[in-house]
T-cell receptor, first 119, second 112 residues
Framework: ETGVTQTPRHLVMGMTNKKSLKCEQHLGHNAMYWYKQSAKKPLELMFVYNFKEQTENNSVPSRFSPECPNSSHLFLHLHTLQPEDSALYLC??????????????????FGEGSWLTVV | AQSVTQLDSHVSVSEGTPVLLRCNYSSSYSPSLFWYVQHPNKGLQLLLKYTSAATLVKGINGFEAEFKKSETSFHLTKPSAHMSDAAEYFCVLTGGGNKLTFGTGTQLKVEL
């Protein structure tokens, strides 16, 4: 157990469906992340939240909509996805210092991922 | 700009023999480097990290890595492979900020 819990672990959805992925961390961290892991590709950072504020959107299509109601919870709302969006979506958390101090060396802890299949 | 290069996409070893997974990095900042392992259908688990303290870092499950600034390398080693070590391994770099740069991964296969 890493202290980062993702639900559901597996999700199959049609292209017209709306669904959400949920992530919860029990580590007292103040930064949370969504990553996408596709077959044969490096992990792709999607979004970063620090203290509930989005600090990075890595050119993610608007059909992915993140929500961070507090430092312990992070959602990824999914709408009108495409088959190429099928992937493993990993949530992570860490302590995050301010941008000047950078948080260098702060370990990022990952959840076990949500396998998404778009049909 | 920063980058991580994992030199081997696949490594195959026999059980009981040493493991070497290679990682080279490039960073404009003093780097922090991590190795994560991902078993099938699982998330990423931290094996070890280097953050400018001792250059030889010991991690879980008998793994260790040595930070060599002159060679810009952070190779992962284990003296004796076990079947349970079969997984994908990621070398990861942070430089400025908390943004991680991932290598493309090395799939380790352990044979009897």
């Amino acid at each position: 157990e890493t202290g980062v819990t993702q639900t559901p672990r597996h999700l199959v959805m049609g292209m017209t469906n709306k669904k959400s992925l949920k992530c919860e961390q029990h580590l007292g961290h103040n930064a949370m992340y969504w990553y996408k892991q596709s077959a044969k590709k490096p992990l792709e950072l999607m979004f970063v939240y620090n203290f509930k504020e989005q600090t990075e959107n890595n050119s993610v299509p608007s059909r992915f909509s993140p929500e961070c109601p507090n430092s312990s919870h992070l959602f990824l709302h999914l709408h009108t996805l495409q088959p190429e969006d099928s992937a493993l979506y990993l949530c992570a958390s860490s302590q995050m210092a301010g941008s000047l101090t950078g948080g260098i060396g702060n370990t990022i802890y990952f959840g076990e991922g949500s396998w998404l299949t778009v049909v | 700009a920063q980058s991580v290069t994992q030199l081997d996409s696949h490594v195959s070893v026999s059980e009981g023999t040493p493991v070497l997974l290679r990682c080279n990095y490039s960073s404009s900042y003093s780097p922090s480097l991590f190795w994560y392992v991902q078993h099938p259908n699982k998330g990423l688990q931290l094996l070890l990290k280097y953050t400018s303290a001792a250059t030889l870092v010991k991690g879980i499950n008998g793994f260790e890595a040595e930070f060599k600034k002159s060679e810009t390398s952070f190779h992962l080693t284990k003296p004796s492979a076990h079947m349970s070590d079969a997984a994908e391994y990621f070398c990861v770099l942070t430089g400025g900020g908390n943004k991680l740069t991932f290598g493309t991964g090395t799939q380790l296969k352990v044979e009897l």
